[in-house]
């Protein structure tokens, strides 16, 4: 799927964002909450751990979904506010990811984390990524750049996990992630499990 390459905006100026109301609202919790709702909420596998994650909030976007075991600078230039960048189909060696794009390519486009079904190098940067980033691993190995990916927007799978462009992608410092296939409205499953375990914000426990 071609998609629009996006400028960063002039040095100085504020990132773009874009008016999610689902998203935001679910910042107000923890992963583990959502993960609750097991009707509509999938954990990916444990072996997707935060290399940086949202320390003291949850990082929740849009899953902006890339395939294949390269580095795809296309995709890097092309994703947008509101947005987790979400590669699959990775190699079980190279590394496809580096904490300096955060700051050259996702952050500035308003993206708000990273979770690659592989590698990251520069672990000893991973601490100072401009958004959360989630791996499978760390390793010095990477892997080639390409100008281009035609695989944008497909849909992906993650441990088994089936992941389409749009889909929620909730993360935090637990190291927990989860997809939540989602429309741009709550779904009545999540809006149900919430209401029974009465919603709280951060740092309340739900009653059992």
């Not at 964002?17 to 919790?29: G, I, K, Q, W």
């Not at 296309?74 to 955060?102: H, K, M, R």
């Not at 089936?162 to 993360?171: C, E, H, T």
Request: hydrophobic share 35%.
């Amino acid at each position: 799927m071609a998609k629009q390459i996006r400028r960063p905006p002039p040095r100085g100026t504020a990132p773009p964002s874009v008016s999610d109301p689902t998203c935001e609202r679910l910042r107000e919790l923890q992963v583990w909450q959502l993960a609750y709702c097991r009707d509509v909420v999938t954990p990916l596998p444990p072996e997707i751990k935060g290399v940086r994650p949202a320390k003291g909030k949850t990082m929740v976007g849009r899953a902006y979904t890339v395939d294949g075991p390269e580095i795809y600078i296309n995709a890097l230039e092309s994703i947008g506010p509101g947005e987790v960048y979400v590669q699959a189909g990775c190699s079980l060696i190279d590394s496809v990811f580096s904490p300096g794009w955060t700051h050259a390519y996702l952050a500035p486009r308003g993206a708000v984390g990273c979770v690659v079904d592989g590698g990251v190098y520069k672990s000893f940067e991973c601490h100072k990524a401009a958004v959360p980033l989630f791996s499978r691993f760390v390793s010095p190995s990477v892997a080639i750049n390409r100008a281009t990916s035609t695989t944008i927007g497909a849909t992906i799978h993650i441990g088994g996990v089936r992941i389409s462009a749009g889909d929620i992608i909730a993360g935090d410092e637990d190291g927990g992630v989860c997809s939540l296939s989602s429309p741009r409205t709550p779904p009545c499953g999540l809006r149900a499990g919430l209401r029974a375990r009465r919603e709280t914000r951060r740092g309340t426990p739900l009653p059992l």
